[in-house]
């Protein structure tokens, strides 16, 4: 049996070619979604916010009305504290530590949130 052989450059394109394709993918962009192909109905979905470094990451977050968002709040103790400059924010998330927390966000608005144990750590929902 012969062993099918691809030809060095073809191989060497096919990897430039992979490493470009998952440079391009944006590390907040963990929807499946592409509004574009449908645009009359609004892809809700489930985002994922970290807490690397007391840091919330991604800093600022699009989702679709609707979504939910799973803050993931491991290493040290954090809460979510939601601004109540906009209408429609979800419930605060009180100190917790290594647990997941979901929030929907069912109001369109840009909804900035921050840790009151970490000053500076900050962080905002765009709803669309
Ligand atoms: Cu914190």
């Known amino acids: ?6 030809p060095p450059l073809l191989l060497a394109l096919f990897c430039v070619a992979l490493a470009a394709c998952s440079k391009s993918e944006s590390p907040t962009a963990n929807s499946t979604s592409d509004p574009a192909s449908n ?13 690397p470094g007391n840091t ?8 679709t009305r609707g979504s939910t968002v799973r803050f993931n709040i ?6 979510v504290i939601f601004g109540r400059s ?3 924010a979800p419930t ?12 929907q966000f069912s109001t369109t608005g840009s909804f900035s949130y921050s840790c009151t144990v970490h000053p500076g750590m ?7």
Do not use: A, C, W
Request: avoid cysteine; hydrophobic fraction near 40%.
């Open 92 to 103: 605060d998330i009180n100190v917790v530590k290594d647990v997941v927390v979901s929030r």
């Open 56 to 63: 919330f990451s991604p800093f600022s977050l699009r989702v």
């Open 122 to 128: 900050t962080g905002e929902i765009v709803v669309m």
């Open 39 to 51: 645009p009359t109905t609004p892809v809700v979905t489930t985002f994922d916010v970290y807490t």
């Open 86 to 88: 906009t209408s429609g």
């Open 1 to 6: 049996m012969q062993t099918l052989r691809l």
């Open 74 to 79: 491991f290493g040290e103790n954090h809460n």
